[in-house]
């Protein structure tokens, strides 16, 4: 016979939108999703799913309103059972246990088919769960078949514990709800109350284990506590590994950096031979000329030092006229560089005139631009003045349009009036003559209106033919009438 573990796990957080795979198209695509099997998730079994808000209602809302009934303070009051629980520092809102079968391992290669069998003993157990536990009020529970390995349960539940003095006669309180279902409790270790009660719970399921042919194999316990550490060294794990990763990308980046710098120092390597081969071609040829103006200065000097020895030589008259002759080299040079510097202030007064006009002419296009910018606000400002009266005379325009088509609807009604009321008068006054007679004392233009219509209708009476004439008297009797 084939063996298999039996998990039962206990925690005091949730997330009931994991368990029951209600996920938004985009929270399908992340990371922490990524293990389930999407295709699956409608084979998954649901055994209960209940709102823990009207949970809590159904359990402690007699409760709350015992207790309220007894409050004078209106700050003591419990307005709602279930946040209040929740914002508790000594209780648990509720909790959630994760059982199954085996592990990873043992069903790797089984067929789904099996799978969801072992499944559906889940869902078994925990329908007798239920039967068994009046305190452990279940409110979600959930097998799920669409995830690589074993199958396992989420079961949630709301611990409803009874027998308090003081406060609320109802409260979530786990170990108070197991001893109300004869696990004792004072004075003993939670912890050894939680094991017995979990010790039954597991040989329960090791009897559904066993009605699929499968033997328990007893495996040892871990030192975690409870559902709740277990994800906070996941979670520890998950920073740790992550941290290695950012510094495995950090090594990436500075690698990357280095081999940047080498091919940058390469490069200015190559730029550098480049840039002296570039120099070498460029001033090979000054160097040459350098090297032989070196070896005419060598020769000047040599002379030099020839003509001092000859000058020692000379008598005083000869160096007199010698300096004379200085001098005057030395008047004629001065001549030559007073007449080139009055060149050269000449050349700089004629570009200093010539700045001066360019600058006299932009300062010129500057002015025109100003006055056509003031224009033009101007014009903008009186373009703003036509808009505005322009909105308002299109305002009083449809105004009127909306005056004149009232005028038209009450001309339209009088007129109706009219006609009813000279209908009127016509059938009672026979005589035409004095209808109109009438109608003149009322008003002349409605006696001419009168004659005008006559008129028309004489015209119109010419070109019926007899027969015609004689309906036409006819019906007009009947409307006389």
Known sequence: MAKMSVSFKKGTT??????????????????????????????????????IKEVYKEQFGDAVEEYNAKQTRSNRKI????????????????????????????????PFEEKAIAGHQLARWADNFQKRHKNLVVYNAVVHLDEAGAPHMHLNFVPVATGYQRSLKKQPSLSKALENEGYP???????????????????????????????????????????????EMIAEVNRTKEEKQQEINSLDNNIQEKQSLEEELENR??????????????????????EKALAEKKKIERALQILKSQWDKLSLAQKAGLSKIEVELDNVMKREVGIEVERRTSQKSDIIKSQGAKLDKLKKELAE??????????ESSRYDGI?????????????????????????????NQFRKFAKAVRKHLSNGLFFRQFLSAIDPRAAKWLDKKLNQKQSKQKDIPSEEKETQKFKNREEAR
């Open 14 to 51: 949730t997330n009931i939108k994991h368990n029951n795979r209600d996920f938004q198209e985009h929270e399908w695509k992340q990371k922490q999703h990524e293990h389930i099997i999407r295709a699956r998730s409608d084979q998954n079994i649901i055994v209960v799913r209940k709102d």
């Open 369 to 378: 631009v100003k006055d056509a910018n003031f224009r033009y606000e101007q």
């Open 185 to 231: 409790g004072r004075g003993r270790d939670s912890r050894e109350q939680w094991n017995e009660f979990r010790s039954i719970e597991v040989d329960s399921l090791t009897r559904y284990l066993n009605e699929l042919g499968i033997e328990r194999k007893t495996v040892g316990t871990n030192s975690i506590k409870d559902m709740h550490e277990y994800k």
């Open 79 to 110: 307005k709602d059972a279930y946040e209040h629980f929740k914002n508790s520092k000594k209780h648990h809102e509720q909790y959630e246990i994760v059982v199954g079968f085996g592990s990873k391992k043992d069903w790797d290669g089984v």
């Open 269 to 290: 390597i190559n730029k550098g031979k480049q840039k002296r081969w570039e120099l070498n071609e460029k001033f090979g040829k000054n160097l040459e000329e350098y």
């Open 387 to 415: 808009y505005a009266n322009n909105i308002w005379l299109k305002k009083e325009n449809d105004n009127l349009k909306k005056e004149n088509k009232e005028l038209k609807q009450e001309l339209s009604f009088f007129k």
